[in-house]
T-cell receptor, first 115, second 110 residues
């Protein structure tokens, strides 16, 4: 089972460039999430989706956009990258909302550097 | 002040030691508590969850929650080099927002 797959694994951007991170899951999960992980800050929720065609803002949504056109895919876009967006990005999915025993399945992450 | 506080470590212990990892929190709405383990250059994976005060055991791992003190712990018995990872506490009151601690880096040495 592939689980949650993120592409690309590494990327270097110049300030002002745009890019899209792709997340794909093969577990038929309704819920998908994008997190960023920074030293000393932990994992912070950027955007999430509760089903195909839906998106919602998380804790740190500014500078990012998302789309969930297909149930299995969740895209994270950076329209004009800034050095503050240098981070490791994780996609996750779950069958139900986070709660007792509900497990988040994470991808392996995308290391993004913005110069 | 962060909602969840976790000592970042690094914590270095000899093989076979008992390890104690801790988090404190300030939000009384948190009802469900989890521990995730993250190996280097990998995504986190769920290790244990609990939603009541007291202890929960799973093999060498014990999760402890004290809601009155807003304090949770993860104990690892007979620690192994394969336990070397970053351990993240996470908690939620339900819904779609999971609040993570910053993680404690653990190294178990031979």
């Amino acid at each position: 089972n592939a689980g949650v797959t993120q592409t690309p694994k590494f990327r270097v951007l110049k300030t002002g460039q745009s890019m899209t991170l792709l997340c794909a899951q093969d577990m038929n999960h309704e819920y998908m999430y994008w997190y960023r992980q920074d030293p000393g800050m932990g994992l912070r929720l950027i955007h999430y989706s509760v089903g195909e065609g839906t998106t919602a803002k998380g804790e740190v949504p500014d500078g990012y956009n998302v789309s969930r056109l297909k149930k299995q895919n969740f895209l994270l876009g950076l329209e004009s990258a800034a050095p503050s967006q240098t981070s490791v990005y994780f996609c996750a999915s779950s069958y139900l909302p986070t709660g007792p025993g509900e497990k988040l399945f994470f991808g392996s992450g995308t290391q993004l550097s913005v110069l | 002040q962060k909602e969840v506080e976790q000592d970042p470590g690094p914590l270095s212990v000899p093989e076979g030691a008992i390890v104690s990892l801790n988090c404190t929190y300030s939000n009384s709405a948190f009802q469900y508590f989890m521990w995730y383990r993250q190996y280097s250059r990998k995504g986190p994976e769920l290790l244990m969850y609990t939603y009541s005060s007291g202890n929960k055991e799973d093999g060498r791992f014990t999760a402890q929650v004290d809601k009155s003190s807003k304090y949770i712990s993860l104990f690892i018995r007979d620690s192994q080099p394969s336990d070397s990872a970053t351990y993240l506490c996470a908690m939620t009151g339900g819904g779609n927002k999971l609040t993570f601690g910053t993680g404690t880096q653990l190294k178990v040495e031979l």
